[in-house]
Structures are given as C-alpha cells and as structure tokens.
C-alpha cells in the first residue's frame, strides 16, 4: 500500500461548507477507491483539511485518478475556497497494519524531517518498540515520503480525547517504550498538529 496524503489550505470561516460540498462529491468518487481519513485541523495550522486516499502502489492510483477525472461530480467544488494545496505519498512501514475503524476521534499528524540516509534506522528503531507503544494507544500510520518533501518522515496517531493523550505520552516515557532510542539524533524539524475527522471519514 501507499497513501497520499493531501493537505488544503482554506479561507476562514469555509469549513462546514468545504466538508459539505466534499462529502457530497465524495458519494460518486467512492465507487472508483475509498478514503482512508478526510480531516481537519484543531490545533496547530488554521483552516486546514487532510484527505488521505491510500492505493495498491502508483500504478493503481494514476488508473483510479484517472478513471474519477471523467466522474462529472469529481472533483468536489471547493476550488473557491482553496488557497493552498500540499500532497505527499507516503510508503508506510510493513510493520504497521492497515488504519481502519474507530482510532480516534483525536488524531496527531507528526511530520518530520530526517537527515539524509536516516529513515532505515528510523524504521529499525520503531520496529523495535512500536509493539510496546501501540498497546498504549494506535498507530494509524507511519511511513517515508516517497514523493513531496524529501526525507520527510510522517506518523499519525488516534487517541480518545487529548487528556488521555498526555496521559499516554508521560506513560510511554516513564515506562521507557517510547520514543525509540537515537530518534532525536536522526531529526533535522519536527511539526505537529492535531485534528478532527469529518463526519463521513471513514476513520473515525
């Protein structure tokens, strides 16, 4: 699997009528590939969506885009709200399962960039510990940009509620679970963000 994860920049106040006029458009583009998230910012970067569309490879995703294209309810008419748009596809780790279901409704993007070579040893170090980690609270994803910004390294996580995601952070240091050893010495910047699933995000 691969993923691509889009980010929008959108005008204030546009929020409730961009996730209205997706979700809509989003019932006739879902018989070509499902989403995995469609979310959007809480704290952190203001008036943000993430959309997160995962294919089989690069192959599948040029041939699904390419079949929603002639989808005349494709894509969702928000193009007055935009003012920026990101995208990045992502390889997740073989280690990491599938994202599906309830996970959240708390969701933490971390995106981090890595010095170069870095991310075999960024996978080494979370195979190691993931196992111990994610008895804690879930991983959704984690995985290398294979294209977007280079060495940049993306992890997601669910939680219930942000109290209960302090509570998980100070528990897996003080159990020492987390984070995996050398991680600090491998980063270059480190972002983070919080968000919140729309209500037809089929991961909750």
Known sequence: MIYEIRTYQIAPSSLAEV?????????????????????????????????????????????????AS???????????????????VVVPFSFIPEPHGKMGPIFELRYYTLK?????????????????????????????????KANGFVHIWGYPSMDQR?????????????PPPGGGDRLITQENKILLPAAFSPLQ
Request: hydrophobic share 35%; net charge positive.
């Open 19 to 67: 996730e209205k006029r997706f979700g809509d458009a989003y019932q006739y583009r879902k018989k070509y590939s499902e989403l995995t998230a469609f979310l959007h910012t809480e704290i952190g970067p203001l008036n943000e969506i993430v959309h997160i569309w995962g294919y089989k490879d690069l192959a599948d995703r040029a041939r699904v885009r390419g079949e």
């Open 70 to 88: 002639k989808e005349t309810n494709w894509p969702p008419k928000i193009q007055e709200f935009i003012r920026a748009m990101r995208s990045e």
């Open 116 to 148: 170069p070579g870095m991310l075999p040893d960024t996978a080494k170090g979370w195979e190691s510990k993931i196992g111990e980690r994610s008895k804690l609270s879930p991983v959704v994803l984690a995985g290398g940009v294979e294209f977007g």
């Open 166 to 178: 302090m509570q998980v952070r100070e528990e897996a240091r003080k159990k020492g679970v987390w």
